[in-house]
T-cell receptor
């Protein structure tokens, strides 16, 4: 079972920041938080991951709360091409992926013109 | 960055025939690859773990004789759907871990339609 909970859907206006929350209240100290997205009829695309510090790359920023029980993925200037299902996944640092990399239902983000 | 490629991206076949889907890691070696199945409006479900040089391990409920997996080299895993039936119609996705960064890269997916 997925160890994260996300809202099933969100809307965001084009050009505005999209803030996607994820709850992982049972996360343990050696588990990373990963974010992927899946555009319709494509394979999932890696976005970002982090352990406890906030992370930023060319796609997004990841904000992890101090207690690590939740995180927020931020797309700073959403475009129509960011419309996708976003998955938040937790994984132990040294675990193999496979069974330990479980996709929940994710959040369906719709970026509106 | 690391790339995983699948082929074909879509295939239509008649019931009873077999279909092979290839998954390649293009610029890195992958001793392990993963195969997922995704039905419409559902999330990805892990089917099996492909291990280079040894037998694949299958998740509960996945028939190993129906979904044959071969991991013949460090860059190629294949999934063969044998004697396909309409209920096997689905989106099949593979992935491979890039150990240097801890990222799991996914192929583009292969959409199988069995008539």
């Amino acid at each position: 079972d997925a160890k994260t909970t996300q809202p099933p859907s969100m809307d965001c206006a084009e050009g505005r920041a999209a803030n996607l929350p994820c709850n992982h209240s049972t996360i343990s100290g050696n588990e990373y938080v990963y974010w992927y997205r899946q555009i319709h009829s494509q394979g999932p695309q890696y976005i970002i991951h982090g352990l406890k510090n906030n992370e930023t790359n060319e796609m997004a920023s990841l904000i992890i709360t101090e207690d690590r029980k939740s995180s927020t993925l931020i797309l700073p200037h959403a475009t129509l091409r960011d419309t996708a299902v976003y998955y938040c996944i937790v994984r132990k640092v040294r675990d193999n992926y496979g069974q330990n990399f479980v996709f929940g239902p994710g959040t369906r983000l719709s970026v509106l013109p | 960055g690391a790339v995983v490629s699948q082929h074909p991206s879509w295939v239509i076949c008649k019931s009873g025939t077999s279909v092979k889907i290839e998954c390649r890691s293009l610029d890195f070696q992958a001793t392990t690859m993963f195969w997922y199945r995704q039905f419409p409006k559902q999330s990805l479900m892990l089917m099996a773990t492909s291990n280079e040089g040894s037998k694949a391990t299958y998740e509960q409920g996945v028939e190993k004789d129906k979904f044959l997996i071969n991991h013949a080299s460090l860059t190629l895993s294949t999934l063969t759907v044998t004697s396909a039936h309409p209920e096997d119609s689905s989106f099949y996705i593979c992935s491979a871990p890039f150990l240097a960064t801890g990222e799991l890269f996914f192929g583009e997916g292969s959409r199988l339609t069995v008539l």
